[in-house]
């Protein structure tokens, strides 16, 4: 039986699954051991490091487009994507690293809530309105102090070909913090530059079922795209959220085609 086009033989699944386990692996132990104890740049350069490391383990080659912001850790910078997968996180973190607001789940999840939560990651409680007060405080305060913060205003994984509505709640920190807010396009592409579906991580598939599709997947691209970053000076957080979502969209080369509405989001989530 012929193997589909943009997979690879078992064998070579099990080897990148066992060289994933031991960085993964590799990597707890760092964060549990001497991580903390690093200098700021010492450990900037750890994480940026292993994310790299981590792609590469899967055969993933990084693309970047635009211009990234000039430092690694770029201070008072609002860093906004759009979200279809797990690896979202590392692939941004090869380029700019980014303290990111995650869903409180994660923090439960083997192995990568644990490497998530030491390396800073700020969690919220979806569907808890209060909670995004609480999270916008700690991620104006955290900007202010010279911090880069991620933020995925989806709120969810999509498929990777279209946007989710922009939630504007949490752009409220950059407003108050008079911080850049940095727009970056994700596109997973196989080596044809078709889009790929291997890292989309949405609808009732499980971590375990992700990873085995992105160990299977072969030729597999993550491109950034960095738009137009905008200074959240004297703008509300709705206009810092258009402007975010304009500049995604554009990566994601919707033409004029608007982001999904919420009727269209709801099929698509279904």
């Given amino acids: ?8 033989a078992l064998p070579v699944r099990l080897w ?50 635009g211009q990234p912001p000039a430092t690694l850790y770029p201070a008072n910078t609002l860093l906004v994507a759009n979200h279809v997968s797990w690896l979202d996180i590392f692939a941004l973190n ?29 969690y919220i409680e979806r569907g ?6 609480r ?13 880069c913060i991620g933020l995925f205003p989806e709120g969810t994984t999509s498929d990777g070909r279209n946007l989710l509505p922009f939630k504007a709640s949490l752009f409220d920190a950059a407003a108050r913090a008079g911080a850049t807010v940095q727009p970056v396009t994700l596109r997973f592409v196989n080596a044809d530059g078709s889009l790929s579906q291997a890292a989309s991580y949405v609808g009732d598939t499980t971590l375990l079922q992700s990873i085995w599709r ?35 969209a554009a990566g994601l080369r919707l033409g004029e085609r608007a982001p999904l509405r919420a009727a269209e989001a709801a099929t698509v989530e279904a």
């Fill in 1 to 8: 039986m012929t193997r589909p086009t943009h997979t690879v």
């Fill in 128 to 133: 808890n309105r209060r909670d995004a007060a």
């Fill in 214 to 248: 992105l160990a299977s997947a072969r030729g597999q691209v993550v491109e950034l795209h960095y738009g137009q970053p905008l200074s959240g000076e004297q703008r509300t957080r709705f206009e810092l959220c258009a402007h975010a979502e304009r500049e995604i």
């Fill in 16 to 65: 990148r699954l066992t060289r994933l386990s031991l960085h993964v692996l590799g990597g707890l132990w760092q964060v549990l051991t001497r991580f903390q104890r690093l200098p700021a740049a010492q450990r900037h350069a750890v994480q940026r490091a292993w994310s790299e490391k981590l792609l590469r383990t899967l055969n993933i080659h990084l693309r970047v487009h």
């Fill in 94 to 122: 090869s380029v700019t690293l980014t303290r990111f607001v995650a869903k409180s789940e994660i923090r439960r999840w083997p192995l990568i809530g644990t490497l998530v939560t030491r390396a800073g990651t700020l």
């Fill in 135 to 147: 999270i916008n405080q700690h991620m104006a305060k955290a900007m202010q102090d010279g911090d």
